[in-house]
């Protein structure tokens, strides 16, 4: 066999060196010490690093998110608080937390691509505040009891198999929630809306508390197997109905809730932006 193979090669019939792999799979890095040598370890970049840097990465540019800017100005002095993120994906918002001045950030991601890719962000944005867990945060919120000034949870609700517990969990930890999500509406998502169409048919009421709330189910379709998929571990997940996220939030205490970037054509499904906190005497 290898004789044979010998044979092919004498008449150039193999290559007589394999071309160059992409990305982890050769093992050095031929080419000067640079930063965007790190982000060509790992394809499909979704955000974009700061323009000083110079670097080619995805285009979102979640590291100056004004959505975030914003919760963060109704938070006021973030110089000294703690938080918890949720799906920091790339760190992206991890890095505005930091430059915001936030004390610590402690950021739990379950993708394994996505962790090794907020490690690579920590090096190049030098944060020296954010510390990244790989693991599943809800199993977190379910075995911790650690609080936190601020949990910023924005694109991950959605993604929950339950959300419900999951907000509740979110709710004991906090005294600020930081919230962007997606959210089922029954009136603008009627049975013919094409947003609709990756929801699976099953409605089913949660009781919780002593309260009843209403989940959607919907699938990605095996949507995972594209490199830039980064939604959650299951490929079944429940959105709720905005005003249940309202009346959970509220009976956790958060009686000051503040809502923008309100987008209700969006291409998945309508979305908005929570600032809830715990006032008190409110
Ligand atoms: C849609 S992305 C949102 C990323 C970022 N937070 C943002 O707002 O743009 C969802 C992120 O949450 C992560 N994620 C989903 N479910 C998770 C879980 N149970 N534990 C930890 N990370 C999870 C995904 O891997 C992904 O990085």
């Known amino acids: 066999m290898r004789g044979m193979h010998r044979l092919r090669r004498l008449l150039g019939l193999v290559p007589l060196e394999a071309p160059p792999r992409e990305g982890l799979d050769s093992k050095y890095e031929r080419r000067s010490p640079h930063a965007q040598n790190a982000l060509d370890l790992i394809s499909g970049w979704t955000g974009s690093f700061p323009g000083a840097l110079g670097l ?42 930091e430059a915001r001045g936030a004390e610590s950030v402690l ?12 490690l690579i962000a920590k090096e190049i944005m030098e944060l020296k505040r954010c510390r990244f867990l790989l693991g599943d945060f809800e199993k977190y919120l379910h075995e911790t009891d650690t609080e936190f000034d601020i949990v910023l949870a924005s694109g991950v609700l959605y993604h929950m198999q339950n959300p419900v517990h999951v907000l509740d969990r979110i709710g004991r930890r906090c005294q600020t929630m930081i919230l962007w999500t997606h959210y089922f509406d029954p009136e603008i998502m009627h049975e013919n809306e094409t947003r609709r169409g990756a929801f699976l048919g099953e409605i089913k009421t949660l009781e919780h508390d002593g309260q009843s709330y209403r989940l959607y189910q919907r ?40 809502v923008a970037f309100e987008d209700l054509d969006g291409p998945n499904g309508p979305s908005c932006l929570f600032y809830m906190t715990k006032q008190e005497g409110g």
């Open 56 to 97: 080619e990465a995805g285009n979102l540019a979640l590291h100056a998110d004004q959505r975030l800017h914003w919760a963060l100005d109704q938070y006021g002095l973030v110089e000294g608080a703690s938080v918890l993120e949720l799906g920091p994906l790339e760190g992206g918002h991890s890095a505005l937390l």
């Open 107 to 118: 950021a739990i991601e379950a993708n394994k691509k996505a962790y090794l890719k907020c």
């Open 219 to 258: 699938g990605y379709h095996e949507a995972w197997h594209a490199d830039s998929y980064c939604g959650g571990p299951d490929d079944t997940h429940y959105w709720m109905e905005r005003p249940d996220i309202i009346d959970l939030c509220e009976r956790n205490g958060f009686n000051d809730i503040r």
